[in-house]
């Protein structure tokens, strides 16, 4: 006759198998864990390394539009240096036309206020001042003449009288006089204003010396 045992766990039965044993369980758990570690590094590694390359593209972008700036501002002041050049250069034709037409306008002012028994013998310019040579029958002449030069706007104030001599030209008493102006800044071609003066009073003189003046140098003329 045939027994058959049905208990499982009696003695002779076989035991389950284990795959991991007890011992390894630990070990594994913490490999797991030092993995999962790793992985996290790893992916905050390159979350650093994308934001790092990120963060240098937007400086050589930054850095490339720097250098655009620079080129421009370059192109900038060049073109100001250029406008600089030809505002001088606008200037200094300004003041060469001022220079060509100042002794004509200077000679019709010196025309438009001479006074009656007054005529001039020379006219020197420098750079920075004119000088006034004439004679005149009076020294009440000289002065007007003086007062009318200051009152015109074209010269600074004050004209000064440097000089006044008396002398005898063809046994006739004269005034000799020398003026020294200095033209007023800006364009002397402006406008003149019309001096208001006192018409000059000639020293008394007998006829032969009233026909003898005019006879040296005749009133208005100038020796430019």
Known sequence: MIRVNLLV???????????????????????????????????????????????????????????????????????????????????????????????????????????????LLEVKQSAVAVQIEGRAMSQTAVSDFAKALQDSGFFKMPVEIVTTLMETVEENSVFRFVLKAEPAAGDPTAPVKKAVTSPATPAPAPAAQAQAAPATAPAGRSGV
Do not use: C
């Not at 389950?16 to 905050?44: D, F, H, K, N, Y």
């Not at 050049?85 to 025309?111: S, Y």
């Open 9 to 119: 766990g009696g003695p002779g039965a076989a035991q389950p198998a284990v795959v991991i044993p007890a011992e390894q369980r630990s070990s594994l758990i913490g490999l797991g864990m030092l993995l999962v570690t790793g992985a996290m590094v790893g992916s905050w590694w390159y979350y650093i390394g994308y934001q790092r390359a990120s963060a240098e593209e937007g400086i050589g972008k930054a850095e490339a539009r720097i250098e655009q700036l620079k080129d421009a501002m370059k192109v900038l002041e060049a073109a100001r240096t250029q406008k600089a050049e030809l505002q001088e250069r606008l200037a200094v034709i300004d003041r060469l036309r001022a220079a060509k037409h100042g002794p004509v306008k200077m000679l019709q002012l010196f025309n438009t206020l001479l006074p009656d028994g007054l005529w």
